[in-house]
């Protein structure tokens, strides 16, 4: 999805295993959007790791808050985002 708005809609479609949720979105933040998909029930358990070129302790806080279970800062590489993928689906 390329918007909050069309995350969500996505989600009455198909029930992802995992979501990547980028904490910048033209319409709705990640923050937002995250909080929103952990307050429908049926999808409240679906793992979500935000990803974000902010590093900083607020936006991290922040996104552990609101749900994540896990966090990744742009750039990284590919081993990381495998590993984080991983942890998420190894905690459902």
């Known amino acids: 999805a390329h918007s909050g708005v ?3 809609g996505l989600l009455r479609r198909t029930r992802p295993d995992l979501i990547l949720m980028d ?3 033209p319409d709705m933040d990640g923050m937002e959007t995250t909080r ?3 307050a429908i029930p049926g999808f409240a358990r679906i793992p979500v ?3 974000t070129g902010k590093s900083e ?4 806080t922040e996104s552990l808050k609101v749900g994540a279970t896990g966090f990744l800062v742009k750039p990284f590489e590919r081993d990381m985002l495998i590993t984080k993928v991983r ?4 905690r459902v």
């Open 57 to 60: 302790k607020n936006v991290i």
């Open 36 to 38: 929103r998909v952990k």
């Open 6 to 8: 069309e995350a969500l």
């Open 23 to 25: 904490v910048m979105l």
């Open 87 to 90: 942890q998420a689906l190894n």
């Open 49 to 51: 790791i935000m990803i």
